[in-house]
């Protein structure tokens, strides 16, 4: 009578040794997959976002470190660019780029809806134009809205001078990535509201936004333009004082520069002598 289930707890031990086993088998296979999803999707992710890569028909494996490449290119330097985006993804350790190399390949031409890569560039014009809207002197208090698609912007909303209008339509052609400007904002010269006679308050009083909040905000401002060489331009603020030095290509692109760095708040006058073109 006890014989039996006995011999029923030794075959019930020796089952849960055994799935104890399979279990830590199918658990660091599991592991295993799940890196390669993500190093898959992370190479995949970094292609439909270069405007080098994401029109092109490329496909993506990894199996336990090694990712394989296929598909068409027209050029090899964009085969080489996936080559080297693949190694320089955590946990690649070899590549084996199957990519085919032809001259007369033609991408994809864009179809109706937006791809990944369309999106996310769409997505990062608007910010930056709604940045740059928000931190200058005579936009941040404007009721703006901002849509962007394939690179075109349009401005809905309404501003209190035709000149705050004007501005906010070169804020936004003068940011990268932007093809064109449909600038459908209404002038309405209302009475300023509380918060757009704080904002004015602040404004004359300078003081009390920081010369770090200036530099940070005319850099960014410069880096965001698509007619400015942004990382060519060093700026430094002394009391609201903003100096612009570096190298230009030429004086439309210095004039520009100095506008854009006037027009952030805060600043009280913009000296550009060490500005060279």
């Known amino acids: ?144 809205n901002v849509d962007t698609k394939y690179g075109r912007v349009t401005l809905r909303g309404t501003a209190q001078t035709a000149a705050e209008r004007d501005l906010a339509g070169r804020i936004a052609k003068n940011t990268q990535g932007v093809v064109a400007v449909d600038n459908q904002i209404k002038v309405n010269a209302l009475k300023p509201t509380m918060a757009e006679s704080g904002k004015n308050m602040a404004d004359e009083a300078g003081d009390d936004i920081s010369d770090s909040w200036i530099t940070t905000k005319v850099k960014s401002t410069l880096l965001y333009s698509s007619n400015v060489a942004g990382t060519a331009i060093d700026v430094t603020t002394n009391n609201g004082v903003v100096s612009l030095s570096g190298q230009v290509n030429n004086g439309a692109e210095r004039d520009l520069a100095i506008e854009l760095a006037q027009n952030v708040r805060g600043v009280k006058s913009v000296q550009s002598k060490e500005l060279m073109f």
Not at 83 to 102: C, M, P, R, S, Y
Not at 112 to 135: H, N, P, Q, V, Y
């Open 1 to 144: 009578m006890i014989k039996q289930p006995r011999q029923l707890l030794l075959a019930a031990a020796i089952a849960m040794a055994l799935g104890t086993t399979s279990f830590g088998a199918i658990a660091a296979t599991a592991s295993q997959e799940v890196t390669n999803a993500r190093q898959e999707t992370q190479i995949w992710t970094t292609y439909a976002l270069s405007p080098y890569l994401r029109a092109n028909d490329l496909k993506v494996t990894v199996e336990n470190g090694k990712a394989t490449l296929t598909g068409h290119v027209a050029e090899d330097v964009n085969k080489d660019l996936a080559n080297e985006i693949a190694l320089g993804v955590k946990g690649i350790t070899e590549v084996d780029n199957q990519i085919v190399v032809d001259a007369d390949y033609q991408p994809a031409k864009p179809g109706t809806e937006r791809s990944f890569g369309e999106t996310i560039d769409d997505a990062s014009i608007t910010a930056a134009i709604k940045s740059k809207l928000m931190w200058g002197k005579s936009t941040d208090g404007m009721s703006t």
